[in-house]
């Protein structure tokens, strides 16, 4: 079974509006983390924004949010306020045990999203 | 700072042939993941050194792939011989704390 699951492989939002890329995830472990990447065309991953299992409230870093759903194992990223530059592959990524050990991350397949203007 | 540095940007072989992939990581990092990303896909864990050793290499095809990182700095990936479905997208990342920072990749294309 896949332990990140983006089903969007692609989305369309207007310039200026706001759009939400889906991630559901599974694992057993109660300690584990969730990342969002951009992969812009010219191929480096660009690190947004995370999100702790036990952090009580939904991550933010300017225009980025993650509306954290323990329960439902959903980790959806918003994206407020969209730009032509935002255009890019999205990745969802999952660590799973405590921050220190060596940990590594298991990526979804990612979302292609296209800013129109 | 500067950035994990990788070399070289794209590769184009014939399937057989061998290929090297060199990173430098961000000075001081202890742990250093090569990936691979197949187009279409989101990357996937090869291997992982902390220091100069082997934390995990459990997605390696150790009959074709091998790594090591001397003297817990510098990292190459080696390909001998490559096949046609290596052709990928290579990522190196580096971790100090609890973010992981990746290079710019090496775009391998196997004829």
């Known amino acids: 079974a896949q332990k990140i699951t983006q089903t969007q492989p692609g989305m369309f939002v207007q310039e200026k509006e706001a759009v939400t890329l889906d991630c559901t995830y599974d694992?057993?472990?109660?300690?584990?983390?969730l990342f969002w990447y951009k992969q812009p065309s010219s191929g480096e991953m660009i690190f947004l924004i995370y999100?702790?299992?036990?952090?009580?409230q939904n991550a933010t870093e300017g225009r980025y949010s993650l509306n954290f759903q323990k329960a439902r194992k959903s980790a959806n990223l918003v994206i407020s306020a969209s730009q032509l530059g935002d255009s890019a592959m999205y990745f969802c990524?999952?660590?799973?045990?405590?921050?220190?050990?060596?940990?590594?991350?298991?990526f979804g397949k990612g979302t292609l999203l296209t800013v129109n203007p | 700072e500067a950035g994990v540095a990788q070399s070289p940007r794209y590769k184009i072989i014939e399937k057989r042939q061998s290929v090297a992939f060199w990173c430098n990581p961000i000075?001081?990092?202890?742990?250093l993941y090569w990936y691979q990303q197949i187009l279409g896909q989101g990357p996937k864990l090869l291997i992982q050194?902390?220091?100069?050793?082997?934390?995990?290499d459990s997605q390696l095809p150790k009959d074709r792939f091998s790594a090591e990182r001397l003297k817990g700095v510098d990292s190459t990936l080696k390909i001998q011989p490559a096949k046609l479905e290596d052709s990928a997208v290579y990522l190196c990342?580096?971790?100090?704390?609890?973010?992981?920072?990746f290079g710019p990749g090496t775009r391998l294309t196997v004829l």
């Open positions: 050194f902390q220091n100069n050793g082997v934390v995990d």
């Open positions: 990342a580096s971790r100090a704390d609890n973010e992981q920072f």
């Open positions: 999100q702790g299992s036990y952090d009580e």
């Open positions: 990524a999952m660590r799973e045990g405590r921050w220190g050990s060596n940990y590594k991350l298991t």
């Open positions: 694992t057993s472990d109660q300690s584990y983390g």
């Open positions: 000075s001081g990092h202890a742990t």
